[in-house]
């Protein structure tokens, strides 16, 4: 059997009322409802797929259900899309929209600060329990380029502006102190999980859902490799 064409929210509606903040929603299937578990699956998702295929409609889905729990919203959106017009109405201490890369950049070091400071409360307290955040850096292929050219243009000291290293502690230590990123990116590529560090930044975004199905798109969500190692002599028996 094939999976419904169209998902309405009042179908699923109670089911996902049901679940724990960690535990999402994200579409159903032929066994019944996709469920995506924060707490086990992945600290972080990436939402792929070319413009207009609906990466922001399920974006959308998965921050309404964290909300509706409890959980608070950082928007980084430097394009201002409408399509998140429905957060800039909501009260600051649930969810807040940043559009200019100064703010995006402050706004990045701050969390760093935030981590720093659970970090530290837990080293005091074992049992120390913090509010959940989502951080969403949407349009993200392109989301490091125009914040370098941002700080170039500033003269910001260094070849990267601070937000850089602010991002990556959140992706390696964010989940175990209640942080998660999300990328909303047209292209799962290097541009969104860089070179450097790209391997092992994309190994915490285990979470990967595709708006749209495309062969390019999904070779490169997907990530397959042959982890077999090389042989070093000839092959053969002996």
Same mark, same amino acid.
């Given at each position: 059997?094939?999976?419904?064409?169209?998902?309405?929210?009042?179908?699923?509606?109670?089911?996902?009322?049901?679940?724990?903040?960690?535990?999402?929603?994200?579409?159903?299937?032929?066994?019944?409802?996709?469920?995506?578990?924060?707490?086990?699956?992945?600290?972080?998702?990436?939402?792929?797929?070319?413009?207009? *295929?609906?990466?922001?409609?399920?974006?959308?889905?998965?921050?309404?259900?964290?909300?509706?729990?409890?959980?608070?919203? +950082?928007?980084?959106?430097? *394009?201002?899309?409408?399509?998140?017009?429905? +957060?800039?109405?909501?009260?600051?201490?649930?969810?807040?929209?940043?559009?200019?890369?100064?703010?995006?950049?402050e706004v990045l070091v701050l969390? *760093?600060?935030?981590?720093?400071?659970?970090?530290?409360?837990?080293?005091?307290?074992?049992?120390?329990?913090?509010?959940?955040?989502?951080?969403?850096i949407e349009e993200t292929n392109?989301?490091?380029?125009?914040?370098?050219?941002?700080?170039?243009?500033?003269?910001?000291?260094?070849?990267?502006?601070?937000?850089?290293?602010?991002?990556?502690?959140?992706?390696?230590?964010?989940?175990?102190?209640? +942080?998660?990123?999300?990328?909303?990116a047209q292209q799962a590529d290097?541009?969104?999980?860089?070179?450097?560090?790209?391997?092992?930044?994309?190994?915490?975004?285990?979470?990967?859902?595709?708006?749209?199905?495309?062969?390019?798109?999904?070779?490169?969500?997907?990530?397959?490799?042959?982890?077999?190692?090389?042989?070093?002599?000839?092959?053969?028996?002996?």
């Amino acid at each position: 059997p094939a999976p419904p064409e169209r998902l309405l929210w009042s179908e699923v509606a109670d089911f996902a009322r049901s679940l724990p903040i960690d535990k999402v929603v994200m579409g159903v299937g032929t066994g019944g409802p996709v469920v995506a578990d924060f707490a086990t699956d992945s600290p972080h998702s990436v939402i792929s797929g070319a413009a207009g *295929k609906g990466k922001s409609v399920l974006m959308k889905m998965l921050l309404a259900q964290r909300m509706a729990k409890g959980s608070g919203v +950082i928007l980084l959106d430097y *394009k201002n899309s409408a399509a998140y017009d429905y +957060i800039r109405d909501l009260p600051s201490d649930t969810a807040r929209v940043y559009v200019r890369p100064e703010m995006i950049n402050e706004v990045l070091v701050l969390l *760093k600060r935030e981590l720093e400071w659970r970090i530290a409360a837990r080293e005091t307290d074992r049992y120390a329990t913090f509010r959940k955040l989502d951080v969403v850096i949407e349009e993200t292929n392109s989301f490091a380029g125009r914040m370098t050219t941002w700080w170039k243009e500033t003269g910001g000291k260094g070849s990267e502006p601070p937000c850089f290293v602010a991002r990556d502690q959140l992706i390696f230590m964010g989940r175990e102190y209640g +942080i998660h990123v999300h990328y909303v990116a047209q292209q799962a590529d290097a541009t969104v999980f860089g070179n450097d560090q790209g391997t092992s930044r994309r190994i915490n975004f285990g979470l990967r859902a595709l708006a749209g199905y495309e062969k390019t798109t999904w070779t490169m969500l997907a990530y397959s490799h042959d982890w077999r190692p090389e042989p070093e002599g000839p092959v053969g028996i002996w």
